[in-house]
């Protein structure tokens, strides 16, 4: 018999208990919840010492401070990521619910449950919370987890995972739902993409370097999430004020997130009323533009955009900027160059606002707001696993649903077909 | 610039036509439903011309008979598809569905509403009619449809997608929107399922080996469909005629479907009681018998299982059997060798009834009533693209709501995030 990998031992393990999690009751899941909450806050000293570690690693290698900052953990942090598991724990359990179901005519009652996908592979980069949100989403949907975290962040990640492990095994959920990869091989990640036998989804967290490599080498189904290039168009008619709080808001109030802005589209009618004082605010809170021709002949400090710029998502304060001819141009290129994530139009026109929601493809589509809103909490769903951008299964912030599937029920007195 | 082959070319044009597409009204779709319909019935001549030059190269190049079933069209086989979109066009249409919304504290008004996938392949065996079928469900969907068809059948499916395309353009549906691949290059499966820049998800239709190649292979999203292992469990307080009737139709009333069962697990307390006259009225209608040890004892005309035997999609009049202890060793052995489609049991016990629903992991789980309903037609949803036997996107039987995904449009007065 062929020896299996360390991988692969681990992916059946989870595979295996995920069977027997699928049936655990919503009460226990609860109370694993909480008691997994309470030993993140008494192994704080534990992890903050892990993580300490991690932070001189990483200096030594020359990290970025921003890098370097979401690798951080503190008391502080700690208590955030434990009071995520409480909420989580509070969310109303989605395994269980009937979704729908009749009777057909032959006397067969067919129901629609919602079930647990079975085991979910969390790829991820930098942030060691992700391993506790993860965990929590997952066991409160009843899927054991096979996490594997960035190289860099790999003594926090064990610590908070062995952590989670010990408390929720205790408190009753089944042995082996919580798979930890210790590896900071690159290699694991291209064998774990390939255990289509026991996965049932893959969600990569990470850059887009990250992405695209799952997607184009994983047999496990994937769910993209994360890339944002978003745009807002200011149309001819939109209140110019308005316009500007809500361009500034989307690039500046947190410009590393998936949703902030990147590319401000503006209609060449109000371009010269709206556009000076936009670019003067986004120069004085420090944002770097790029702008087409017209966008420069406005401003002198603004630099050349190429077509790289329309299609990068710089995550920081860079900003691109084009003047459009009309609405059409703006959808072409929203079409030609976004991540279907978030984009928004601010205008007073009713007829431009209908066809920009109906005509833009993606996940969300705002008028007269900050695209900085698509968020699971922001949406009301209580948690978030990620942003899907891809179109199926899920799409736009993942919640707790979002993390089932469904199974048919039929139940019958003998029926047979004729 | 560097050349673009054939098959980017249609996918590019598909993936632009489905942006027109998803705006278009439900009666302009169903007007063209209607108007391909009548093309098909009008065009059958052509149509049977093409059918006929397959047919042939199919009995030169020794294509078996039932292969060659699969593949012949008649007059009937016509007008059954052109019936086939007629109903599609009575359906109710899933795009433009309001499926949830919300107000936000903040004002700003959260609306998640139904829309069209986008592209979707298809990538097909023997029959013709899944060319008709296939483009019905896309077009009223709002789908673009990339075909991609098997070579034995290369001159029908182009007469039918010739067809239903002018008639579709004719009735207003956006030149591009179905695309059929005139090659019978197998590299074109590979390359069309690396089109993940304009596809939006591929369903690959046909024999475990098709399906597994798409899946390894795949950058695009992919939906399994199809492969069923399928067993009945007869437990040990099942009735026994009951038993006797869902067993035979399960196996014999159309085998080479997926729905159809392929082992027949028995509890050992009652076999000797079920399964003398259950074999014997296989054996009578031509069903060749692999057995466990236990199975063979019972009967001499039973031919010894091999582990493969277990693992094995018979479609035809094969069947194995296996004589277990109790309901535990039947949920175990659904679980090792079953392929999550759909699952049966038989009995009298409501604790096991239960259990095994809840246990069994597979998009069907019946009680008392034969494997074969599991369908889109039986269940009421008025029409089936395949039948999922994955988790993520759709699960069972698909029909129209599983080719759509959704968007959230959010409606604001110039919200910004705090």
Chains 1, 2 share one sequence.
């Not at 960035?150 to 082996?176: H, Y």
């Not at 997130?257 to 590319?263: F, I, L, Q, Y």
Request: charged share 25%.
């Amino acid at each position: 018999m062929e020896a299996i990998s360390q991988i692969e031992e681990q992916a059946l393990a989870a595979s295996k208990a995920a069977r027997e999690l699928a049936t655990v009751t919503t009460q226990v899941k609860n109370e694993a919840l909480k008691a997994m909450a309470e030993a993140l806050c008494l192994c704080k000293n534990y992890i903050l010492a892990e993580n300490k570690a991690d932070m001189e690693s990483g200096r030594q290698n020359g990290m970025r401070e921003s890098m370097l900052d979401r690798l951080m953990l503190t008391e502080g942090r700690i208590e955030a990521m434990a009071e995520g598991l409480r909420q989580v724990g509070e969310l109303s359990d989605p395994v269980g619910e009937i979704v729908s179901g009749r009777k057909l005519a032959n006397g067969l009652v067919v129901t629609k449950v919602r079930v647990p996908l079975g085991v979910v592979a969390i790829i991820y980069e930098a942030r060691p919370n992700v391993t506790a949100d993860a965990v929590g989403l997952c066991i409160k949907s009843g899927n054991a987890v096979v996490l594997k975290g960035g190289s860099e962040a790999i003594r926090s990640n064990k610590a908070i995972a062995s952590v989670l492990t010990d408390a929720a095994e205790a408190a009753g959920i089944p042995k082996g739902s919580i798979q930890f990869i210790d590896s900071t091989d690159r290699a694991a990640v291209q064998q774990l993409i390939r255990m289509d036998s026991y996965l049932d989804v893959v969600i990569p967290r990470g850059g887009a370097g990250l992405i695209k490599m799952v997607v184009q080498n994983s047999s496990v189904p994937v769910i993209e999430t994360g890339i944002g290039v978003c745009h807002t168009f200011v149309d001819e008619s939109a209140d110019p004020a308005m316009a500007e709080e809500i361009a500034f808001n989307a690039k500046v109030s947190r410009p590393a997130v998936c949703n902030a802005m990147e590319t401000l589209l503006v209609h060449e009618k109000i371009s010269a009323q709206f556009l000076p004082a936009m670019l003067n605010r986004y120069c004085e809170a420090g944002v770097e533009i790029f702008g087409c021709r017209a966008t420069r002949a406005l401003d002198a400090r603004v630099q050349a955009a190429t077509e790289e710029d329309w299609r990068t998502e710089y995550g920081d304060l860079r900003l691109s900027v084009k003047i459009v001819r009309n609405l059409d141009e703006a959808i072409a290129h929203i079409a030609e160059y976004g991540t279907k994530h978030s984009e928004a139009i601010v205008t007073k026109c009713y007829d431009n606002a209908r066809l920009f929601q109906e005509r833009v493809d993606a996940a969300a589509v705002y008028v007269n707001a900050s695209t900085r809103f698509t968020d699971g909490f922001e949406f009301g769903f209580g948690a978030e696993i990620g942003i899907s951008t891809q179109k199926l299964h899920a799409r736009g912030p993942m919640a707790l649903p979002e993390l089932t599937s469904v199974k048919y029920l039929i139940n019958g007195t003998g029926q047979i077909r004729g």
